[in-house]
């Protein structure tokens, strides 16, 4: 293998360059998040393409060899610069599609305007995750022409979807996407100040129950009492999927222990909102019961709407589950558990049927080896000294199993600029404009890191 010979720019350097590049970074950012990109069906995708053309355009910016794929699915773009002789080649992944927005009322300005407010940035993406876009971007830039690494960038289209075609496009362009490490800028940090690698994610299962207990609607006062409702059915379906304590009473659900990052309750019941009185639910340890145990949640009911309803049985109602699973479960055997309880539990006789609508794996990274060490130097000296966590993400990004699937010998770290109280997916999502400052030194820092490891991948 080639000694490395390009010069790497020294942290004084980096600093003074992501400093400069800020500006540029934040307003290309907010040009971003101005596009409605949302590839869920039933949105307009034209606004997904315009998405993927401005990132092209940005890596274009960078001096990459830039192309715009798809595989049946939303565009992603795919931007390439050769490492220089003897140094690693570096991925890096984000995505550009975004959430829909819900209810607009629920917003304190237009969710595709952005506004800045006690140094946050407000908007749709503005988070999850086209900063995550230009995090990336910002390295590059503060190192112009001195890249001391090969980086591919893999932008998505339809991560927040389901990345339905991910998995095709990964095949299809494996031999120009193969990396000694891959940075995927989707996650988060552990609180304002202090920076965190995710090395476990839960895996999900999402699917619909339908209960049917009539052919057709019937008088309320004629025959209730004596004939189930559907709703009321469903109601009673649900309640069984927890126990006394909120614990998930699904039987062969993987749950697990072991989470060390101490949580305390006060701070998630500020960080997740919750009213006044209400409980926890689930026993173990707060980080168990959010990183490495399952959890249940309804999403919606189909049912009709209280100022609707007439005084009449319903005959068939429908909900949405979101089935989270610790590391080490297997989706397709948690569907199966849970149809099979949904099945079993169906009061008074009622038809049940189950249907699938995506599933995702779990994951476990091993942090340890050079890169990660690499990366927790760069955290440190970007957040001045702040000693990196190692933590648990509740939520799922599936392809991450599929990543280590197709590159097993690749450096995985899981990175990201969201905090607790950016409020991805749901109204007033927001980027705390110090911490993403932060993150981009902190690419920047890595890269240099990583070019100084060289080309041993663990």
Same mark, same amino acid.
């Given at each position: 293998m080639p000694v490395m010979t390009t010069p790497i720019m020294s942290e004084s350097d980096l600093r003074a360059a992501v400093e400069r590049e800020m500006p540029g970074v934040r307003a290309d950012l907010e040009r971003l998040v101005r596009i409605p990109g949302i590839a869920f069906d039933g949105f307009d995708h034209s606004h997904v393409e315009r998405s993927a053309e401005a990132v092209a355009e940005l890596l274009r910016g960078c001096g990459l060899d830039v192309e715009i794929v798809r595989s049946g699915g939303q565009p992603a773009v795919i931007g390439k610069k050769a490492a220089p002789a003897g140094a690693p080649t570096v991925l890096l992944y984000a995505h550009h599609d975004v959430q829909p927005v819900g209810d607009r009322a629920l917003w304190e300005s237009d969710p595709f305007e952005p506004v800045e407010r006690d140094g946050r940035l407000y908007a749709r993406g503005a988070a999850d995750d086209k900063a995550g876009i230009m995090a990336h971007v910002a390295a590059l830039r503060a190192f112009g022409d001195a890249?001391?690494?090969?980086?591919? @960038?893999?932008?998505?289209?339809?991560?927040? *979807?389901?990345?339905?075609?991910?998995?095709?496009?990964?095949?299809?362009?494996?031999?120009?996407?193969?990396?000694?490490?891959?940075?995927?800028?989707?996650?988060?940090?552990?609180?304002?100040?202090?920076?965190?690698?995710?090395?476990?994610?839960?895996?999900?299962?999402?699917? *619909?129950?339908?209960?049917?207990?009539?052919?057709?609607?019937?008088?309320?006062?004629? *025959?209730?009492?004596?004939?189930?409702?559907?709703?009321?059915? @469903?109601?009673?379906?649900?309640?069984?999927?927890?126990?006394?304590?909120?614990?998930?009473?699904?039987?062969?659900?993987?749950?697990?222990?072991?989470?060390?990052?101490?949580?305390?309750?006060?701070?998630?019941?500020?960080?997740?909102? @919750?009213?006044?009185?209400?409980?926890?639910?689930?026993?173990?340890?707060?980080?168990?019961?959010?990183?490495?145990?399952?959890?249940?949640?309804?999403?919606?009911?189909?049912?009709?709407?209280?100022?609707?309803?007439?005084?009449?049985?319903?005959?068939?109602?429908?909900?949405?589950?979101?089935?989270?699973?610790?590391?080490?479960?297997?989706?397709?055997?948690?569907?199966?558990?849970?149809?099979?309880?949904?099945?079993?539990?169906?009061?008074?006789?009622?038809?049940?049927?189950?249907?699938?609508?995506?599933?995702?794996?779990?994951?476990?990274?091993?942090?340890?080896?050079?890169? *990660?060490?690499?990366?927790?130097?760069?955290?440190?000296?970007?957040?001045?000294?702040?000693?990196p966590v190692d933590v648990g993400i509740g939520g799922s990004i599936p392809f991450i199993a599929t990543f280590q699937e197709m590159f097993p010998q690749a450096a995985i770290l899981v990175t990201g600029v969201e905090d607790p109280h950016a409020r991805a997916h749901g109204p007033n999502e927001s980027l705390h404009l110090g911490e993403f400052a932060r993150v981009c030194l902190a690419e920047a820092l890595l890269l240099a890191n990583v070019a100084r490891t060289g080309t041993n991948r663990r």
């Open positions: 890249l001391p690494v090969g980086v591919v @960038l893999f932008i998505e289209g339809e991560e927040e *979807f389901g990345s339905d075609s991910l998995e095709r496009l990964l095949d299809e362009h494996r031999d120009e996407i193969a990396s000694d490490v891959i940075v995927i800028a989707d996650s988060g940090n552990w609180d304002i100040g202090v920076p965190a690698l995710t090395t476990s994610l839960r895996g999900i299962v999402n699917c *619909f129950v339908e209960i049917r207990t009539l052919d057709h609607a019937v008088h309320s006062g004629m *025959f209730g009492g004596a004939v189930p409702d559907a709703l009321t059915a @469903l109601v009673r379906l649900l309640a069984t999927l927890h126990d006394d304590a909120g614990d998930v009473a699904v039987d062969g659900l993987v749950a697990k222990e072991g989470a060390s990052v101490d949580y305390p309750e006060d701070r998630i019941r500020v960080e997740a909102g @919750l009213a006044e009185g209400v409980g926890f639910i689930g026993t173990g340890r707060i980080t168990d019961r959010i990183w490495t145990k399952p959890a249940v949640a309804v999403l919606g009911i189909d049912a009709p709407a209280t100022g609707e309803a007439p005084n009449a049985l319903v005959p068939t109602a429908k909900a949405k589950l979101s089935v989270r699973l610790a590391p080490g479960d297997d989706p397709k055997r948690a569907y199966a558990a849970v149809r099979d309880h949904l099945a079993k539990h169906a009061p008074w006789g009622a038809q049940v049927t189950v249907t699938l609508e995506h599933d995702g794996d779990p994951c476990v990274i091993d942090a340890s080896g050079p890169m *990660f060490d690499a990366a927790r130097s760069a955290f440190r000296a970007a957040w001045d000294g702040t000693e």
